[in-house]
């Protein structure tokens, strides 16, 4: 091609992809597109979504080289979906299914993954680790038709509770076929049925607990046999492939998301009638086990969700019972876009090491816009409405599930509905609290 005929290409690229941009702006206001009741602030949480998503699509378009893979941060804080865990660390790489890799790690002190006590003092390895290989990267489709069954599958798992890790390292080998002679880790590509191989992805989720002295392994993915040298220098029908698909990644995103909210989960008004998984309106829906047909998620992980409309003097008081303990546990807010609140400068999550447990073993949370003095409180940021969800992870089933029951309450009325004995916590200590909080942010996210 001549250079104009190029500098058309990449023009006619470019618009193409700014009308992505603009079709998935579209669901941020388009009841047809399920976008959530309008508000001041959500619509403006909104475009810092779109937004989010374009950041993604653009690293996801110029940097996923199955040749050249690397571990990206899937979540941060300037790319927030998915109602995502404020404890986690989400790490994925491109793959292609029918090559091998291999995956190594070095981690701090990891005896609590297999039941042992902490070293005295830290650092210590996160509280739990996953990785997974994924047959597809979940919304890129822009249709929860791909929760259909043969839309989506996970063909290998291996968590820290079954890693083999030799003086702070480890590996892992992904790929069709186990390596011969390989007994270490092995993560298949294939699924169950031995098909061709599938997995294009593999996706990492590091859970903190302990966010002052838990750090994060260092991850790194290489090809067993080794492909080019180098990448692919730039050329005008690469680049404008690259601007098609960062537009189609935004648009789809965009749309899955908002219908995911919508249809699968009833989370906006009243709730849609025909919810196949409704998070009922200040209220918790029944604990149950990750499915792909309603969002997936971690693989081990049971799952619950609900939704909280307050006014200001309102609470929502939601008691939680874990009769089987979990390798980690924790409950989130997020907006109605799935988008977890300022977890590092308010409190809005808390895990199994930051929750304080009632004399009965229940772990009783209050959400509210004022902080009522209570351990356990999470902060709306100023949403009157917004979504919560928890999480309990299992490497083995549970023989029982835990259990959680959601009540709307005055706020004046907590003291006669909690147990005697909670402990105050005095505004000093709450900021304590969140300085430990943008102290940890600021490591699990740092930019060197």
Known sequence: MSLDADAAELQAAWSDFVAGLNRGRDALDSPELHAPPPSERLLAEGYRYLLGFTFSAIERAFGEDPDFPYFRRAIQPMDKATIDNADALYLTAVIDGTRTYRITGEVADHAHWTGGPRAPVGPWAPQYLIV???SHYVGDTGSIVELAPGGRSITGT?????????????????????????????????????????????????????WENEVAPTLSITPVSPGPLHPVPAAPDGVAARLRRAGLIV?????????????????????????LAPMPRNGVNTPTNAQLATGGGQSTNVYAGGRFHLG????????????????YQGLHLSNLWGESFDYANHVTSLNGFQAVPDPD?????VVSHRDPGVPNWLDTTGHDEGLLAFRWTYPSPPDQMPTVVA????????????????????PSEREAQIRVRQAHVQRRYRQY
Request: charge should be negative; charged fraction near 25%.
């Open 132 to 134: 997974e290989v994924h």
């Open 158 to 210: 291996v968590d820290s509770t079954e890693l083999v890790v030799t003086d702070g390292r480890f590996e892992m080998v992904v790929g069709p076929e186990r390596p011969a002679g390989h007994e270490g880790s092995f993560l298949s590509t294939r699924t169950e049925d031995g098909a061709d191989p599938v997995g294009t992805y593999v996706v990492v989720r590091v859970l903190y607990h302990d």
């Open 251 to 275: 648009e789809n995103q965009m749309r899955f998301w908002n219908e995911f909210y919508d249809v699968v989960c009833g989370a906006f008004g009243e709730g849609n009638p025909q919810a």
């Open 312 to 327: 200001r003097d309102e609470a929502l008081l939601v008691e939680v019972s874990t009769p089987v303990g979990a390798a």
């Open 361 to 365: 073993g229940v772990c009783r949370y």
């Open 407 to 426: 009540a709307k309450v005055r706020v004046g009325e907590l003291a006669g509905l909690l147990p005697a004995g909670v402990p105050l916590v005095s």
